[in-house]
């Protein structure tokens, strides 16, 4: 089956995590059966362009998958509005995925909206039986959504778990073994988790949340750019949406 279709997807659950942040249940078994974390969907918002949002998890008995959605404009505003039992057009899964085969043992670290693609990675790694350590950094209290048993947590006011950033909460860890660091969030916090994991000579993949459109490839709205192997190049463009989103570290220029 190809990994573009378009489906419609009931509204099975709505649920606030904080004041700006809603968490969706959807239920669509194909994309259900399909998803891998990393991956997105791309969720029709009224009258604007479909908006892309992380597979936050899936559920392949009960057909559903999961997404959260940061209220930030009129297409996430829309997106809030609608109710359980509503229907809305769903087309995924999109993006490449992250590998979650390769290495034994994962650092999950994540920030904004990016803890929503982790929590499914953390989840399957979870079950593939494989060590996995997550920080996830907010601002304060109140910010703090996604926390699960075990989970580092670090928030910028100090009032809950580690203070600092995402990096506070790397810092405390003791690494052994060569742990595989996924990261998604603000592109400056990808970027310092992406030098800390090169100083620790770990390898790092980050998942862009570059602007889009059509989701599939076609539009060239998300192009960002890669470095080249090509010694008369320094980089060339690529896709966020089909390319990626994610990339490793060490090729991807942020
Ligand atoms: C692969 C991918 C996965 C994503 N996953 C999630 C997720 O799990 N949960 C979630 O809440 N959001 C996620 N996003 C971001 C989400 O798609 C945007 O917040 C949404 O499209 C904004 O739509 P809007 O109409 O509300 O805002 P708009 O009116 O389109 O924009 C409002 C403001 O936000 C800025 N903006 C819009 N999109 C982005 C973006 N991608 N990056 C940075 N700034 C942006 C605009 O420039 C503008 O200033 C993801 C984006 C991508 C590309
Ligand atoms: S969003 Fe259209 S090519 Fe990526």
Same mark, same amino acid.
């Given at each position: 089956m ?6 419609k997807?009931?509204?099975v ?16 078994p194909?994309?259900?059966?399909a998803?891998?974390?990393g991956q ?6 009224s009258?604007?362009?479909?908006r892309?949002? @992380?597979?936050?998890? +899936? ?5 559903? =998958? /999961?997404i959260g959605v940061? !209220?930030?404009?009129? &297409?996430?505003k829309?997106?809030?509005e609608?109710?359980?039992g ?13 590998d ?13 909206t ?10 399957t ?5 494989k ?32 203070? @600092?950033?995402?990096? +506070? ?5 003791? =690494? /052994?073994?060569?742990?595989? !660091?996924l990261?998604? &969030? ?19 993949f980050?998942?862009?949340?570059q602007h ?13 750019k890669i ?28």
């Amino acid at each position: 089956m190809s990994n573009k279709q378009e489906y419609k997807a009931e509204i099975v659950s709505k649920d606030y995590l904080n004041e700006d942040t809603l968490f969706f249940e959807l239920k669509c078994p194909e994309i259900a059966d399909a998803a891998i974390p990393g991956q997105f969907v791309n969720i029709s918002c009224s009258k604007f362009l479909k908006r892309p949002f @992380g597979i936050a998890s +899936a559920n392949k008995e009960d057909g559903t =998958i /999961s997404i959260g959605v940061k !209220i930030i404009g009129e &297409g996430t505003k829309n997106l809030s509005e609608i109710e359980i039992g509503e229907i809305v057009d769903i087309l995924g899964p999109l993006g490449n995925g992250f590998d979650l085969d390769s290495f034994d043992s994962y650092i999950l670290a994540g920030g904004g909206t990016g803890v929503f693609p982790l929590n499914f990675a953390y989840d399957t790694l979870s079950l593939m039986g494989k060590n996995v350590t997550t920080v996830f950094g907010f601002r304060d209290r109140s910010q703090v959504i996604m926390e699960k048993e075990g989970h580092i947590i670090t928030t910028d006011a100090g009032d809950y778990g580690i203070k @600092g950033n995402v990096l +506070a909460g790397l810092d405390s860890l003791s =690494i /052994s073994g060569n742990p595989c !660091i996924l990261v998604v &969030g603000p592109t400056p916090m990808m970027k310092g988790v992406g030098e800390w994991a090169r100083s620790h000579s770990l390898k790092c993949f980050v998942s862009t949340e570059q602007h889009m459109a059509c989701g599939v490839g076609i539009c060239l709205v998300c192009v960002c750019k890669i470095r080249s192997e090509d010694p008369n190049e320094e980089y060339k463009h690529v896709r966020c949406c089909k390319d990626g989103p994610v990339f490793d570290y060490e090729e991807v220029i942020l």
